[in-house]
């Protein structure tokens, strides 16, 4: 679960959406607080199985700081942090003396948006979407346009305007219509394939890993995981991505520990 949080025109109000995303890892990590929190608080627990849970714990708590840094590297990387002072002249200046047109909206994009999506919505028995829906699309259009000091709303701004609105209106749905959904708008939410890459990694190593700590002796230092490459490239093939060498050659990948192994077809990465 996770906070989108998205400035309106005037800086002054926060638009702000919940969502309970599916993360396997984050589901796996709780799952285990569950199970561990009972075992703790069983009134027959011994002295060996609040062992195991203390070392299983300490376990999780590196495999976390781990994740946690080689997130903040990915996110952070060749960016420079901006000053507060800066900042806060820069919402001013924006807030004050920007004042993006809409004579370059993309009037047909979002006509026809609401348009597939009220057709969906009497398909599916869904929720309806509203003229509200629209005037929430314009208003975030601005918000990001006047974030980047443009003079005129864009097709990026209004890219991204359909998706956060988009989500935020998906995710009200039910279950079997939210999937259905998310399928039907898919060709409108945008993701960066290295991300998409790196998650796809991160699950991967981490079940290969929990299988490592399976066959080897408790407490026991593991060095590497390695990943099948073939396994890999399977996964990202069903996400339409072919070509992975450039994805191996780039510095996030060598930074956060990863190497591609060609003559043994494999994914390295050292702890």
Not at 54 to 63: C, F, K, P, Q
């Amino acid at each position: 679960m996770f906070w989108t949080l998205f400035w309106s025109q005037d800086f002054k109000r926060v638009f702000v959406t919940t969502l309970d995303q599916v993360d396997p890892y984050a589901d796996e990590q709780l799952a285990k607080f569950v199970v561990r929190s009972h075992i703790k608080h069983h009134p027959n627990v011994t002295d060996d199985d609040l062992q195991r849970v203390r070392d299983a714990d300490t376990a999780d708590v590196i495999d976390k700081e781990n994740a946690s840094q080689s997130e903040d590297i990915i996110e952070n990387l060749d960016i420079e942090p901006i000053p507060q002072e800066l900042l806060r002249k820069y919402i001013v200046y924006a807030r004050d003396r920007v004042r993006p047109k809409l004579a370059k909206f993309d009037q047909d994009k979002v006509s026809k948006l609401y348009s597939e999506l009220r057709r969906e919505s009497l398909l599916t028995g869904s929720i309806p979407i509203t003229v509200r829906h629209i005037e929430s699309i314009i208003r975030c259009s601005e918000s990001h346009a006047r974030m980047h000091l443009r003079d005129a709303v864009g097709d990026q701004d209004v890219n991204l305007a359909i998706q956060v609105v988009l989500e935020s209106f998906i995710d009200t749905q039910k279950f079997s219509v939210r999937k259905s959904m998310t399928k039907t708008f898919s060709r409108y939410f945008q993701r960066s394939n290295t991300e998409l890459l790196f998650t796809i990694l991160r699950q991967m190593v981490h079940e290969e890993l929990s299988l490592m700590r399976n066959r080897t002796t408790a407490g026991a230092h593991i060095e590497k995981v390695e990943v099948n490459e073939k396994d890999f490239a399977a996964k990202t093939r069903q996400l339409d991505i072919q070509h992975l060498r450039a994805f191996y050659d780039s510095r996030a990948f060598a930074i956060q520990n990863y190497t591609y192994d060609p003559v043994k077809k494999v994914i390295v990465q050292k702890f």
